[in-house]
């Protein structure tokens, strides 16, 4: 079974500065795609940024991007310019080409806080 | 556009007591989940459906049950509750294909005493 690894329960970052969130990730497929989503205190599950396998280049939506390593099963998340809403957890999914339409597995989570 | 909703948010139940948790969507997705999550985890599958009359178990199924008689609805049902069950509830959905993302519900917080 496909397993995902977030080894950073918790995490700080100055406003304005930048963090790298860590997510690594065990499976045998060749094609799948990972996903970062937030969930504020709101409790809402936010999709963040997503990225094919098969892609090279890395993802970006604005201030967040991600460093995807296939050959080493990484995918971390940078967040730049940090902003006070962007405390939450964060977690890092995996879905595989499996059945074609496999749910996600989520890592455990890792908590951001920003500090003004 | 009301998204995934869930009823109810807040829930608390007496050992051996039943309860059904609805969720509905209205983004006519075909594939519907029910998620737990537990203090400091992250998110486990409990069932999925790929579509009306399609069920199937996720990593922690045991002590629940589902349906999925529309497209619109799937309510988890927990029979005889027990203290483990003391979790939080997503409801989510989505297209069919690897890249389509999951909409989630706001969540339901059940507490079994």
């Known amino acids: 079974a496909q397993t995902v690894t977030q080894s950073q329960p918790e995490m700080s970052v100055q406003e304005a500065e930048t963090v790298t969130l860590s997510c690594t990730y065990d499976?045998?497929?060749?094609?799948?795609?990972l996903f970062w989503y937030k969930q504020p205190p709101s409790r809402q599950m936010i999709l963040v940024i997503r990225q094919e396998a098969y892609k090279q280049q890395n993802a970006t939506e604005n201030r967040f991007s991600v460093n995807f390593q296939k050959a080493a099963k990484s995918f971390s998340l940078k967040i730049s310019d940090s902003q006070l809403g962007d405390a939450a957890m964060y977690f890092c999914a995996y879905r595989s080409e499996g059945s074609g339409n496999t749910p996600l597995v989520f890592g455990k989570g890792t908590r951001l806080s920003v500090i003004a | 556009n009301a998204g995934v909703t869930q009823t109810p948010k807040f829930r608390i139940l007496k050992i051996g007591q039943s309860m059904t948790l609805q969720c509905a969507q209205d983004?006519?997705?075909?594939?519907m989940y029910w998620y737990r999550q537990d203090p400091g985890m992250g998110l486990k599958l409990i069932y999925y459906s790929v579509g009306a009359g399609i069920t199937d178990k996720g990593e922690v199924p045991n002590g629940y049950n589902v349906s999925r008689s529309t497209t619109e609805d799937f309510p988890l049902r927990l029979e005889l509750a027990a203290p483990s069950q003391t979790s939080v509830y997503f409801c989510a959905s989505s297209y069919p294909g690897l890249a389509r993302e999951l909409f989630f519900g706001e969540g339901s917080r059940l507490t079994v005493l």
């Open positions: 983004m006519n997705h075909n594939y």
């Open positions: 499976t045998s497929e060749s094609d799948y795609y």
